[in-house]
């Protein structure tokens, strides 16, 4: 090791630039969450909040091998509320109005692409009097 | 309790109830007699509706199927073919002059004995209890092996991005991905829900029958032991479960 | 023991240089097909499979072929294959390798391929061509490490690494059989339905395979010091010789079926590659260039003066690795699927995006095959 403050700038360097991201994020604003639109008068999804919020994907891979592999359609929740398996159907359609207003808010905040909907199509939106008439609570 | 375990057990009390309760909706997976679906085109009554795709409409707007205009990367589910090509592959000398250049419908099988499901490495296409040859384009790789294996050229390959070419796409079914494997399921969502497949309902000569082939006094039973029917390609063993009555 | 690639004159580092470049080429079209799908090739509805497949089933055979200079020196003590039984070992390394790349530029969804590990289905052979694929690319790696260490030490291998290339030599076998089953196991693909296939698969590639093998061991030692005897050559050649042969009656038995017996199932594949179909003849010319090399090496082969020739072996080697390279890279693949089920005939030519990714998996095995045979150039001549 000839030239030991060379090594050490060149490694201060690349240690800065590694953990740049973070730093740049840290110096920023903070971000708020974001602000779900949620179904009217509903207190519960098919599970409590905090697993939703937390594994709604593990939910929804779970239905996905019940239906497709299964053939079971109609899932029983913890309050004995049947529905119907299906994300485009029950999750956004019949409860969530607005795809944008929901998955899309969160998962933009987290930034995680899922490729659900590169196949399932989004369920038109329902008429905006009808939204307005509903209402939108946080 | 993990939360993954929490939801397996309340899975599988849904499931049991669902089958204690003979639930409408689980009527394939719901216990019961085993089933053997099967379909019937009677070709003479679909030929006196010369020039109608109402069967293949319906099923491709009920199923988001593309329209790409590229003949090489096609997807179709249910299609008219020259009865040569279709069924009297190996003896035009056998058709009827007023049958040359008419067409047939052709569509996925659903073989008893599908090479298909043999060679699938995933498990993404395979042969349900009641005879329905499923598909699930979740677990499609794309290695495009079962298309190299169907005898009958019923499979399609999403060699792009099919969402471009579904005019009107409808939320009720999901259009797919590229490259994934999809074909005709018999309209396996339908049947969930106790209806008949999109085609047959749609058929306005009542050509296609169909129905359960165990079932003593169903419709296609009847039709299948009053008239001659062949099958595409018998010779392979694959037993196709689609019958077209002469 | 890597460390010795590191250290090559100009000619070699220009050399990989090249190599990579044609990598970066390939791998930005494959970009492009990743992005946009299996679309941006010349594949189609009716033809599904094409030059990825037909390469990856070549390069199985080239890996399998290994066995003919491992299983002479291991199992009957053939000493003049002492020293290049690894150099076989390290195509075959390279082979496989080649034969993964080309599964996996091959699939529609790529990010899901471990679902075949995953979702184990044993009843696809796709599977196990999996198994005996990763498996053999596992014994080949311990065995060229274990072996070249110890040449590099002067001792003799561990006693255990002979189990290990013992078990490697039916390994072989079994790799190029299954991935034959991958195909004559279709009941509605009646060119490759053929118990046959198998067979014609090994002969094919004992011929191809070792050809290759003496064309690298010709070219490389005028660089570098990898000493293998004339005598090794000249077995080789040998086994060229009758595996081409062997490889030549197979397809004029199958020839004979197909002609003579007029099923036109099993007929109009053989049609189109012969002489067109319906006027699509794309492969004729392609088909007639592989059977005039073929026959043509095997008069070169079968004549001992021009095999003791450096230069004509070289030609007749050239002209084998090409002739099969045609019959099973190309032709093998591409005529199953013709005509189409419901009786057209598509035609398929790959696009120059096709192409630039196969050149790409081409250069990472030529890539390999320089990197490990400069390895054993350097521990042959460096000694310890």
Known sequence: MRRPTLLVAGLAAFVALATWPVWHALAGPRPTAPELARPVGATECVAPTDYMRASHMKLLVEWRDRVVRDGVRAYTDRHGRVVTMSLSKTCIGACHTDKTKFCDRCHDYTGVKPTCWDCHVVPPVPAPPALAARGEVR | MSTSRRVFLRLAATAATAAAAGSALGCAASGGARRRLAMAIDVRKCLDVHGCRACVDACHEAHNVPAIPDRAHEVKWVWKEPFERALAVREPATLPAALRGSEVLVLCNHCDNPPCTRVCPTGATWKRDDGVVAMDEHRCIGCRYCVAACPYGSRSFNFVDPRPFVAHPTSDYPTRTKGVVEKCTFCEERLAVGRLPACVDACPAGAMVFGDLDERGSEIRKLLNERYSVRRRPELGTRPQVFYVI | ?384
């Open chain 3, 1 to 384: 023991m890597l460390e010795k690639a590191l250290d090559g004159g100009r000619r070699y580092w220009l050399w990989l240089a090249a190599l990579l470049a044609v990598v970066c080429a390939a791998a930005w079209c494959y970009a492009l097909q990743l992005r946009v799908g299996l679309g941006v090739t010349g594949l189609t509805r009716d033809v599904t499979w094409g030059l990825y497949i037909a390469q990856f089933t070549f390069f199985v055979g080239v890996a399998a072929s290994a066995v003919v200079v491992v299983l002479p020196y291991y199992l009957h003590d053939y000493k003049a294959f002492g020293r290049v039984t690894i150099l076989g070992e390290f195509v075959a390394i390279s082979a496989v390798t080649m034969c993964g790349a080309f599964i996996f530029v091959d699939m529609g969804q790529p990010a899901r391929l471990l679902n075949i590990v995953r979702y184990a289905a044993p009843g696809s052979l796709m599977f196990w061509d999996l198994v005996a694929l990763g498996g053999y690319l596992l014994l080949n790696v311990t065995i060229t490490r274990v072996t070249l260490e110890a040449e590099r030490c002067q001792t003799a291998p561990p006693q255990w690494v002979r189990r290990v290339i013992l078990l490697s030599i039916p390994w072989a076998i079994s790799i190029h059989t299954v991935t034959a089953f991958l195909y004559s196991g279709l009941p509605g693909r009646p060119f490759w339905l053929t118990a046959l296939l198998a067979p014609r698969f090994l002969a094919s590639a004992f011929a191809a395979g070792p050809a290759l093998l003496i064309l690298l061991c010709l070219f490389v030692r005028r660089w570098w010091d990898l000493r293998v005897a004339d005598e090794a050559i000249r077995k080789i050649a040998l086994i060229v010789t009758y595996a081409l042969a062997a490889h030549l009656f197979f397809a004029a038995v199958e020839l004979f079926t197909v002609f003579y017996g007029q099923v036109p199932d099993h007929l109009e594949p053989y049609r189109y590659l012969y002489f067109g179909l319906d006027g699509h003849a794309v492969l004729t010319p392609w088909t007639w260039a592989s059977v005039g090399l073929a026959v043509a090496a095997l008069g070169l082969l079968l004549t001992p003066a021009a095999r003791a020739r450096r230069s004509l072996l070289a030609a007749a080697c050239v002209a084998v690795f090409v002739a099969l390279w045609i019959e099973k890279g190309l032709g093998l693949v591409v005529a199953g699927f013709i005509p189409a089920p419901l009786g057209t005939v598509p035609d398929y030519v790959p696009t120059l995006r096709e192409v630039t990714i196969v050149a790409g998996i081409w250069a990472v095995g030529a890539a390999m095959v320089t990197v490990f045979f400069k390895i054993t150039a350097a521990v042959r001549t460096d000694g310890p």
